[in-house]
């Protein structure tokens, strides 16, 4: 175990000098609040000793030196949209929040590509992209999360299916190591074979290799046209086994979601009306994006056939903005719904997308077995089952007791289908002690050994990841 | 620099228990000049003191223990057809073949996913997976490369403006460390986020990290129908302004390719037929892939349009498939025809697309201030600038003198304008000494302790990647 040094009124002075005092926070804010957490439902709060928001490379260059130095733990913060407790500064030290690193530096138009500072919103980013007829398509939903988070956890979202995720995107990065070193990686290409891509590996590392300031990004084109089908299923088992038999159609589905009823239900009561169909045990929604309305049409129509002979009540196609909008509302509030619904455990495992109906029903098992609930819902397309577990009316010492248990079997289970404990949104603290039923302890120590050449001092993001 | 041993009479029996006589080859066999070289036109020949041709990862896993307790050299080989010498084995020591690793483990129709072992061959593989309907699109030309060298060194070629480069196919790697540990990453999905991904550090790593055994490939769906339009010009420069002008189009452009009149000449006299247009001094070649004819024809219009515009002499579109195939051939021939004409130097720099007529231009001048010609051909649409030096004609102490000075100069051009030293071919043994031109000696110290993470004794792949 690492030992770490507190931050001394010596540190702080020389932290104001670096940032200037309006962009430290110490103590004695109510401000510092905020940095105690991200929006995981478990993660225990843990404050910070002091909390930094420098706006250049540079002055992260600087704090780091400082604090590798003097032994301080350090923790990047991007948004704290985060649902594994990745940001939660656990020794306490600095809180490194990239927030004032927001600019977008250049949309370049000529080689669809973005340069953007890792502070930098995804809604913004999102918007300025398209203001210039440009896509940049991944699309984890939280519009709040910095797009340096996106990448420190290779966020993915609802439209992986033809797009993939945010290392798909990611062309080049520029990060500060442990030691104020500034390293780049790639650049505005898609080709390159020069010694080791540091920049894949910094994705979805969690802070815990290296800060990541300015991240090269590739854009597409904008399709114009997208569609939205909802898909009611007489049963959840009938819905999932249609996925493969969609999928086998190969037509321009970005998404292809699935919902059980009773996370309809939660969210019918979050945003306070009806859901049509919602008298259906289980659901499919799919996202289609093309060129134009006619090879949607047609695609639209396949996916209806197949859905039908899979045992679908109905194919519902909103037709008016207003009824697509809302109905995508629906896929968008899941999370904050069922977040509402105050679930105890989320859990994000992927599995081989033929393998879903497998996963999902292993898991109903699992929950029966143990008389703790837990709710599905998810990214059929990529195989990225998203499970609530829910602790309404079930008592203290049951779940308490039984929790580890149920959590365990479920990720073996996803393991033992070829499958990984979190498909999006990272180890972070939460999911950390996990790691060892899917990666072999010796595998796990090269990782160790890789995080020491880029941070000898294991001062980035420490006790994250890997089981204490 | 590291201390390697030689291979004793009492390794050598340990290495025939291993993988049996049969696959053992050792200096008095004809067949050791095989491996000794790869396809690099500059590299010198280095004998291995032994061959050996392990057939399951166990064997691989074997050898390495024993190499690496010895302390003996291991240069990894695939296919040989590499252009940097990767594979010669410097030291001596073994040559570890992955030649009899060549089974296709699974075509996974449901998740769209192949699994294949490293020393399966390229052609192999694509002819397997279109039986089945389905896609590999990453087309690096040399069909007997094997998918292991082509991920070993990101392989890219001629399909990567829509599809990308190896790197975005490859979802998971098996692989066996120098101390005979076997890692495995990633798998048949697309989302994870569970610690560090070591299978795109693997990607690129040119065998100096590990030997990657076995691959889990990411297909798509064959789109049914492809156009191809060669484009001849009145000028490189025009040819290759025209670029960003149809990149803008956003039409299913999969591949867009530029060629000058030399090359044309040469390719001409290596397939013993005249090419269409071939008095013109530059041309553009494009590939298109969709779902029908109609769509590219609409796209074939708008590219012929821009093209006029931008100073195209005519626009030709093969409609018969043996005039198409010739056609095709032509791009297909251009790295066997320039070798024939025994090039001095072959580079493959990546450069931002935008850039490229300004770093032709640049190399262009280049080539006459030092009076050394420079053939300029390649991936126009994706940056990737393939260079060859022709010595054809030049007095020998004129092209020794100055081709280091030209060569530093061309990569010092490539990276001022944001590219880097190689997109495709990889560093090897040929390049590996331009790597401070482009990336800070502290990054390259960074890159070998992460080496040292993976191989302590460095007896992988040793004095390759990375300057002496």
């Known amino acids: 175990m690492?030992?770490?040094?507190?931050?001394?009124?010596?540190?702080?002075?020389?932290?104001?000098?670096?940032?200037?005092?309006?962009?430290?926070?110490?103590?004695s804010s109510a401000e510092m609040e905020d940095y105690s957490h991200d929006e995981a439902p478990t993660a225990l709060r843990h404050f910070p000793e002091v909390v930094v928001k420098p706006d250049t490379t540079e002055a992260i260059s600087e704090v780091l030196r400082l604090a590798n130095t003097a032994h301080i733990a350090v923790t990047p913060r991007g948004g704290g949209t985060g649902l594994s407790g990745g940001a939660v500064p656990l020794y306490g030290g600095i809180v490194l929040s990239l927030?004032?690193?927001?600019?977008?530096?250049?949309?370049?138009?000529?080689?669809?590509?973005?340069?953007?500072?890792?502070?930098?919103?995804?809604?913004?980013?999102?918007?300025?992209?398209?203001?210039?007829g440009l896509y940049y398509p991944v699309y984890p939903g939280e519009g709040t999360a910095h797009i340096g988070g996106n990448v420190a956890t290779n966020a993915g979202g609802m439209r992986a299916v033809t797009y993939g995720v945010t290392r798909n995107f990611v062309l080049g990065i520029e990060a500060v190591l442990a030691s104020g070193q500034i390293i780049r990686s790639g650049g505005k290409f898609v080709k390159c074979s020069t010694a080791y891509d540091l920049a894949p590996l910094l994705i979805g590392s969690e802070g815990t290799l290296a800060v990541i300031t300015e991240i090269t990004l590739r854009l597409i084109a904008k399709l114009p046209a997208w569609h939205l089908l909802y898909i009611p299923f007489t049963s959840l088992h009938k819905a999932i086994e249609a996925v493969p038999r969609i999928l086998k159609l190969n037509v321009p589905l970005v998404g292809l979601e699935f919902l059980e009823q009773d996370v309809v239900r939660i969210i019918e009561a979050y945003l306070e009306r009806a859901i049509p169909y919602h008298e259906n045990p289980a659901f499919l929604m799919a996202i289609l994006e093309g060129r134009g309305e006619e090879d949607l049409n047609d695609a639209a129509r396949s996916i209806a056939e197949v859905c039908i002979a899979s045992g679908a009540e109905d194919v519902y196609i909103p037709m008016g903005a207003r009824a697509k909008r809302d109905l995508?509302?629906?896929?968008?509030?899941?999370?904050?719904?069922?977040?509402?619904?105050?679930?105890?455990?989320?859990?994000?495992?992927?599995?081989?997308?033929?393998?879903?109906?497998?996963?999902?029903?292993?898991?109903?098992?699992?929950?029966?077995?143990y008389g703790i609930p837990v709710i599905a819902s998810g990214h059929a397309g990529d195989g990225n089952v998203h499970l609530?577990?829910?602790?309404?009316?079930?008592?203290?010492?049951?779940?308490?007791?039984?929790?580890?248990?149920?959590?365990?079997?479920?990720?073996?289970?996803?393991?033992?289908?070829?499958?990984?404990?979190?498909?999006?949104?990272?180890?972070?603290?939460?999911?950390?002690?996990?790691?060892?039923?899917?990666?072999?302890?010796?595998?796990?120590?090269?990782?160790?050994?890789?995080?020491?050449?880029?941070d000898p001092n294991g001062i980035l993001n420490p006790r994250k990841v890997f089981p204490d």
């Open 2 to 27: 690492n030992q770490f040094v507190s931050v001394t009124e010596d540190i702080l002075q020389k932290l104001v000098r670096i940032v200037g005092r309006r962009h430290v926070i110490t103590s």
């Open 388 to 454: 609530h577990v829910m602790g309404k009316g079930i008592d203290t010492i049951k779940w308490q007791t039984h929790l580890p248990d149920l959590l365990k079997d479920i990720y073996r289970a996803g393991v033992a289908m070829g499958g990984m404990i979190s498909g999006e949104h990272g180890l972070g603290s939460e999911k950390k002690s996990y790691l060892p039923l899917a990666i072999p302890e010796e595998q796990i120590d090269l990782m160790k050994r890789m995080r020491q050449a880029f």
């Open 328 to 369: 995508f509302e629906v896929r968008e509030k899941v999370y904050p719904a069922l977040k509402s619904a105050r679930p105890i455990e989320v859990l994000d495992v992927v599995v081989p997308r033929s393998r879903i109906a497998d996963f999902v029903g292993e898991v109903k098992q699992l929950s029966a077995h």
């Open 99 to 132: 927030e004032r690193l927001n600019r977008i530096q250049e949309i370049d138009e000529d080689n669809f590509v973005a340069v953007t500072q890792a502070g930098v919103l995804l809604q913004d980013l999102r918007r300025e992209v398209e203001r210039r």
